[in-house]
């Protein structure tokens, strides 16, 4: 069947826009206008990504993103963030919350899409990879779940594979534009700023406690998960 996407967008050109062209390419869509239809939407049944625009009357992307990661039903939901604002905090903001990409408008339709079969691709579990365990963190793609010291951890669709590929290299380097194209999915790093990857690092450091040492930062280069 094909993937579902919700579009959540005030603006009627654009909307429709956005509608056209991934019913083009075979999604499902369905629209929503503002927050609070998006939210109402949303308890009624999961789409299986969101493209959300930043500036919506009432309650704002910002915080439809909040409420939905807050809510454990909703919390692995994939999102894709659309700004106008030009201000990097804004974007910041938003993979802060736990967006998992963001594009600015005016933006290419066919970017969008390409966006979109990225992060649902990378949202899918792969379900014949096997556990991994470095440490006290433990990682199981099949289920994904993941837990420190045996303590469940909640992570996005972006931070569990962001943590699958630096507990996947081994104790190796990840530089950031391998991130971007094992996580985001993107063969160009320019396609993306290199931020993203430092900011979903800097969340999902949060999430893991005491074991968030072990994400260490290499100057100049990238990422390494530590051994010991």
Partial sequence: MAAE??????????????????????????????????????????????????????????????????DPTTAALPIIMLTAKADEVDR?????????????????PKELVARVRAVLRRARPTETARPLAVGPVSLDPARHAVSVSGRAVELTPKEFDLLHALLAAAGRVLTREHLLNRVWGYAHADMIESRTVDVHIRRLRSKLGDAERRIATIKGVGYRFEKE
């Fill in 5 to 70: 996407v919700l579009v959540v967008e005030d603006e009627p050109d654009i909307r429709n826009l956005i509608v056209h062209h991934l019913t083009r390419d075979g999604f499902r869509c369905d629209t929503a206008g503002n927050g609070t239809e998006a939210l109402t939407r949303l308890r009624k049944g999961l789409p299986d990504l969101v493209v959300l625009d930043l500036m919506l009357p009432g309650i704002d992307g910002l915080e439809v993103c909040r409420r939905v990661r807050a």
């Fill in 92 to 108: 910041v903001v938003g993979l802060e919350l736990g967006a998992d990409d963001y594009l600015a408008k005016p933006f290419s």
